[in-house]
């Protein structure tokens, strides 16, 4: 990783679709004496080949982007890439498109109606292993986490469908999954489907562990319909 207070240049690859943008950005970034793009992406694909190519410090990524935009594209180099540091770069201030983005994988979060200087401090940031937000929305971020942290947390159960809730007492009352696809009309795939979806959600990994979850939850599971 670079690093600017040792003289060696941050280097950024910068996805935007508008050219004239892109463009402004390149200008500005390589003014400030510490920073050189490495590559432009005018869609998620090219962000994703890019990145594999050059390896940047930083990605400034446009999450609405043409063909793959660019909350697929974060997804998609934060898995092949762990380390990956990325920072959104987008028109929304919405909550949910602000958390949308931080549950992908960014590390940062600046608003293009951003000051050129919140930027700069938002790529410095990251490359030193820091989160950023811009002063834009970190309100908005305080207040939802508020909002969330004051509300009553959901029981493992309840954050099932209705189907993966009937489908869990099927499994319960030792049905196997093509007897509960035929009674519920449904294809052994598609029962298998969401049995791995309620398996993921309650943290379970076999029949044993599904008992022993009905043990501990006692009256509650057997309600699950």
Same mark, same amino acid.
């Given at each position: 990783m670079s690093d600017s207070t040792s003289g060696t240049k941050l280097r950024v690859?910068?996805?935007?679709d508008h050219a004239l943008l892109r463009q402004s950005l390149k200008a500005y970034l390589e003014t400030q004496g510490d920073c050189v793009v490495v590559?432009?992406?005018?869609?998620?694909? !090219?962000?994703?080949r890019l990145y594999g190519e050059h390896r940047p410090d930083v990605v400034l990524m446009d999450l609405s982007m043409p063909g793959l935009d660019g909350m697929?594209?974060?997804?998609?180099?934060?898995?092949?890439?762990?380390?990956?540091?990325i920072i959104a770069l987008t028109a929304h201030r919405a909550e949910e498109y602000l958390h949308a983005a931080l549950d992908s994988g960014v590390d940062g979060?600046?608003?293009?109606?951003?000051?050129?200087?919140? $930027?700069?401090?938002?790529?410095?940031?990251?490359?030193?292993?820091?989160?950023?937000?811009?002063?834009?929305?970190?309100?908005?971020?305080?207040?939802?986490?508020?909002r969330g942290s004051r509300a009553p947390?959901?029981?493992?159960?309840?954050?099932?469908?209705?189907? !993966?809730?009937?489908?869990?007492?099927?499994?319960?009352?030792?049905?196997?999954?093509? !007897?509960?696809?035929?009674k519920l009309f449904l294809s052994t795939r598609t029962v298998e489907k969401h049995r791995a979806n309620f398996m993921?959600?309650?943290?379970?990994?076999? $029949?044993?562990?599904?008992?022993?979850?009905?043990?501990?939850?006692?009256?509650e599971a057997e309600r699950v319909d």
């Open positions: 690859l910068l996805a935007e590559g432009e992406a005018q869609d998620g694909r !090219e962000a994703m697929v594209a974060v997804r998609s180099i934060r898995r092949d890439f762990p380390d990956a540091r979060y600046v608003v293009k109606a951003a000051s050129a200087e919140d $930027l700069l401090s938002a790529i410095r940031a990251v490359c030193r292993g820091e989160a950023y937000v811009s002063p834009e929305v970190s309100a908005t971020l305080i207040n939802g986490y508020l947390k959901p029981t493992p159960l309840e954050q099932l469908t209705a189907r !993966e809730k009937h489908i869990l007492e099927m499994v319960i009352g030792g049905m196997k999954n093509k !007897e509960i696809a035929e993921k959600k309650l943290g379970l990994h076999n $029949l044993h562990q599904v008992r022993e979850f009905v043990k501990t939850h006692g009256g």
